[in-house]
T-cell receptor
Framework: GAGVSQSPSNKVTEKGKDVELRCDPI?????LYWYRQSLGQGLEFLIY????????KSGLPSDRFSAERTGGSVSTLTIQRTQQEDSAVYLC??????????????FGPGTRLTVL | QKEVEQNSGPLSVPEGAIASLNCTYS??????FFWYRQYSGKSPELIMF????GDKEDGRFTAQLNKASQYVSLLIRDSQPSDSATYLC??????????FGAGTRLFVKA
């Protein structure tokens, strides 16, 4: 079946502009995660959605970052007034609805964001 | 102290040798532990997870968990050049939050 998809694959923007990154999770997966990975670094947790519950936004680095998930499926991560330090690969992952702590996360290919 | 710590490497082993990757974590309440492999420019993919103390084997891979010492390791037997990648340790601290380490780069020399 189809995996997690993300768009765009690459985004180059100017400092101060807003960007929107999109994630389509695997069909039927109720959990969706956003991570950020800077060059040579590990994954930095940003936000987590589970079904209709309130999202866990504890990882968002500033109020310039926001995310929504419409209809329990597609998610959009928005970065307002982008800064150069926002340059990174933004990864989305989804996991099955079992709710177990051992649920595997399936990652999308990521969006490489470059802020000039 | 970082919540999940890994030696960044690079760890270099000859082909056919055993590669040993280690990870320590700070939250004693952590419940499950994952090893992901990430090839350069690609997304992480799960190798295996473990949640009970002891060893768990899957093919050439063995995960080892010691909750008392708060460490988890991954052994790769008969290492192949295709195993060259960054290995990410991830820890579920309860609920759905998973904390990732920065990863260890592994090079397997042919």
């Amino acid at each position: 079946g189809a995996g997690v998809s993300q768009s765009p694959s690459n985004k180059v923007t100017e400092k101060g502009k807003d960007v929107e990154l999109r994630c389509d999770p695997i069909s039927g997966h109720t959990a969706l995660y956003w991570y950020r990975q800077s060059l040579g670094q590990g994954l930095e947790f940003l936000i987590y959605f589970q079904g209709n519950s309130a999202p866990d936004k504890s990882g968002l680095p500033s109020d310039r970052f926001s995310a929504e998930r419409t209809g329990g499926s597609v998610s959009t991560l928005t970065i307002q007034r982008t800064q150069q330090e926002d340059s990174a690969v933004y990864l989305c992952a989804s996991s099955p609805p079992t709710g177990s702590s051992t649920d595997t996360q399936y990652f999308g290919p990521g969006t490489r964001l470059t802020v000039l | 102290q970082k919540e999940v710590e890994q030696n960044s490497g690079p760890l270099s082993v000859p082909e056919g040798a055993i590669a040993s990757l280690n990870c320590t974590y700070s939250d004693r309440g952590s419940q499950s532990f994952f090893w992901y492999r990430q090839y350069s420019g690609k997304s992480p993919e799960l190798i295996m997870f473990i949640y009970s103390n002891g060893d768990k084997e899957d093919g050439r891979f063995t995960a080892q968990l010691n909750k008392a010492s708060q460490y988890v390791s991954l052994l790769i037997r008969d290492s192949q050049p295709s195993d060259s990648a960054t290995y990410l340790c991830a820890v579920n601290t309860g609920g759905f939050k998973t904390i990732f380490g920065a990863g260890t780069r592994l090079f397997v020399k042919a």
